[in-house]
């Protein structure tokens, strides 16, 4: 009994130094700029002892009030650290250990934090009803106990799950009220993101010269404030925008400069975005075999991480080039997989894509009643989306079925929508 309570305290005190190393490297991530890149590698080397004792300590969370506050103590420790070292599926399963414990303890303040951690970690793998019910959850402790920061924070995630469903309204009202907040706090962190969530409902809208003000000032915010994922992400989405503006030269340095920091951060959420967008510029210039090889390499990474959106992606960008190659079995398996799991996670946006592409392809081999099938059920899901981009290429695609169809009239109705949305186009488009 007297050795079982020794190696039970050795083993205590153990969880402890590791907790402690957590803490420390989370402290020299958030000083920023070149702190990061010390704390990342202290993270690095100390992650394996690390996991090991959060694990015993979850796995030990019942046997006593002081293992479970160690426990809920790792997960709330390693804030950002986690975010853009741990793929989500394992950062989800060491919060819901935290959560755990936080409510077995009443600690309402620690239960916040971490629903507040899920619903970050929830947005990037679905099914989003999930995420946002965890969000509102973290919300309304939040508001009960008046916590401005942690109302700021929770808004700026349900922006983000309201954008990901391609509901813009929402996400626009969530990020505008976390900006004030963060403005009225000096909370630059925030700030930023908020600027950046703003910046993409811009891309998504079309309004791409309003799009780049806000990656501009996400850039700028970011670079100030020392936090390098989150320049990772202003750099992709000024990669993105200067694509749409037609300036492929600006596109390709942010990209490349974006592809350098992650790949030296190992922040592989972003590296898979910008990926696609260098293998869409390599696309839209019809350097196909390059093209492949980033859609190929970003697929590759998103399924490691378990990063499905990411991996959806990736599946219909590949489901367009195949077919564009001429290779007509392989596209449809890549649009049909990117179909299956963008609604497995409820992702609207990336369903709309590969719907429109199967559309394509479908008309494209002569298949017309399942391009219709497709473009139908496409529609559906457009009613929900507020994007002159994606409404130009829906308008795009239905011209194109009724023409062959030798309905001119109906093409010529449908191209009269276009004209309103032709600027919204995205840039490689026109290849098609």
């Not at 709330?76 to 303890?105: K, M, T």
């Amino acid at each position: 009994m007297l050795a079982t309570r020794r190696l039970e305290n050795v083993q205590y005190q153990m969880a402890q130094l590791y907790l402690g190393k957590l803490r420390a490297a989370e402290a020299t991530y958030r000083r920023g700029h070149e702190n990061c890149e010390h704390a990342l590698a202290v993270f690095d080397h100390e992650w394996l002892q690390i996991k090991h004792w959060w694990d015993w300590s979850a796995a030990h969370v019942q046997e006593g009030e002081e293992i479970a506050r160690l426990c809920q103590a790792f997960s709330l420790a390693g804030g950002e650290l986690l975010v853009v070292r741990l793929p989500p599926q394992e950062r989800l399963q060491l919060l819901e250990a935290g959560l755990a414990a936080a409510r077995l303890l009443h600690d309402e303040q620690a239960e916040m934090v971490h629903l507040y951690l899920l619903a970050r970690t929830q947005r990037r793998i679905g099914p989003f009803d999930r995420a946002l019910d965890t969000a509102q959850q973290a919300l309304a402790i939040a508001q009960q106990r008046h916590d401005r920061l942690y109302i700021g924070k929770i808004c700026n995630v349900l922006g983000g799950i309201f954008f990901l469903q391609s509901q813009y309204e929402p996400a626009q009202q969530n990020y505008e009220q976390a900006l004030a907040i963060s403005q009225a706090l000096g909370e630059k962190h925030e700030m930023g993101l908020a600027v950046g969530g703003l910046g993409n409902i811009a891309h998504g809208q079309g309004d791409f010269e309003r799009a780049r003000r806000f990656d501009e000032q996400y850039l700028a915010i970011s670079e100030a404030n020392g936090q390098p994922y989150n320049v990772c992400m202003a750099l992709r989405n000024m990669s993105m925008g200067a694509a749409h503006m037609g300036d492929e030269d600006a596109a390709v340095q942010y990209a490349e400069r974006c592809v350098k920091l992650c790949e030296a951060l190992g922040y592989d959420q972003c590296l898979v975005g910008v990926l696609i967008i260098l293998g869409d510029l390599a696309y839209s210039r019809r350097d196909f075999p390059e093209a492949e090889g980033y859609y190929l390499r970003g697929l590759e990474i998103s399924r490691q991480i378990y990063h499905r959106m990411n991996e959806a992606f990736a599946l219909v960008q590949l489901g367009r080039l195949y077919r564009q190659l001429g290779d007509m079995p392989a596209s449809r398996e890549h649009l049909e997989s990117a179909l299956t799991l963008s609604e497995a996670i409820g992702d609207s946006w990336y369903s709309a894509n590969a719907l429109l592409d199967m559309t394509t392809l479908f008309r494209i081999t002569g298949d017309t009643p399942q391009a219709f099938a497709k473009f139908g059920d496409g529609l559906e899901i457009m009613a929900t989306i507020e994007s002159s981009a994606m409404q130009g290429l829906y308008l795009l695609e239905a011209a194109w079925l009724w023409y062959e169809q030798g309905q001119t009239e109906q093409a010529a109705q449908w191209m009269g929508g276009l004209e309103e949305n032709f600027s919204a186009l995205p840039y490689d488009v026109y290849i098609e």
